[in-house]
């Protein structure tokens, strides 16, 4: 069973850079055609994708996010890493780190098998 | 404001039926497929439907996915109080490059 676990500050301060880590057991990260996740949900609003990397090292990313985000993979350690600068309070929110499926066949086909339970990130002075 | 739109609230009575819908373009659900995730507060979000009416292993027949055009909808039959949740809806957007999902839809069971 794969499982998926966030870790990282809870708490930021505004202009700096939020660092979450996201750690993979029970299954191999260089497998198949899984893509590595970040999606966070601000308090009362909806989920929003942050970007995703593949082993390689390949990355897409959220374009509204893009030039604040930097996803990077440890293959050797099983983990993924998120890094997003000059955070503001609209930051605040629960980030998720998920395995994604992406491939195509008659279309482009992207769903997420396996979640981590999220951590909640505060940003403030 | 999400590309992909979804009813922001849906209620039915237990043991009855319900639909949401989730609405884009061409560029995402009109040539790629859908998937929906079913949210309890406090939990990580659970994958039930890809590939637009695939269901996972282990989620119940009531739970069905469609798509024509460019629009997806979710079903849920025989309503049950634990169904009680917020559905998202989620896609790949080729102009894009990036992962969408819907805004959202609160389920609550009368």
């Known amino acids: 069973q794969v499982q998926l676990q966030e870790s990282g500050p809870g708490l930021v301060k505004p202009s700096q850079t939020l660092s979450l880590t996201c750690t993979v057991s029970?299954?191999?990260?260089?497998?198949?055609?899984?893509?590595w996740s970040w999606i966070r949900q601000p308090a009362g609003t909806g989920l929003e994708w942050i970007g995703h990397?593949?082993?390689?090292?390949?990355?897409n990313y959220n374009p509204s996010l893009k030039s604040r985000v930097t996803i990077s993979v440890d293959t050797s350690k099983t983990q993924f890493s998120l890094q997003l600068r000059s955070v503001t309070a609209a930051d605040t929110a629960v980030y998720y780190c998920?395995?994604?499926?992406?491939?195509?066949?008659?279309?482009?086909?992207?769903?997420?098998?396996?979640w981590g339970q999220g951590t909640l990130v505060t940003v403030s002075s | 404001q999400s590309v992909l739109t979804q009813p922001p609230s849906v209620s039915a009575a237990p043991g009855q039926k319900v639909t949401i819908s989730c609405s884009g373009s061409s560029s995402n659900i009109g040539n790629n497929y859908v998937s929906w995730y079913q949210h309890l507060p406090g939990t990580a979000p659970k994958l039930l439907i890809y590939?637009?009416?695939k269901r996972l292993s282990g989620i119940p027949d009531r739970f069905s996915g469609s798509k024509s055009g460019t629009s997806a909808t979710l079903g849920i039959t025989g309503l049950q109080t634990g169904d009680e949740a917020d559905y998202y809806c989620g896609t790949w957007d080729s102009s894009l490059s990036a992962v969408l999902f819907g805004g959202g839809t609160k389920l609550t069971v009368l």
């Open positions: 029970g299954g191999s990260i260089t497998s198949g055609s899984h893509y």
């Open positions: 990397i593949y082993p390689t090292g390949s990355t």
């Open positions: 998920a395995r994604g499926l992406y491939y195509y066949d008659s279309g482009e086909t992207y769903y997420f098998d396996y």
């Open positions: 590939e637009n009416d």
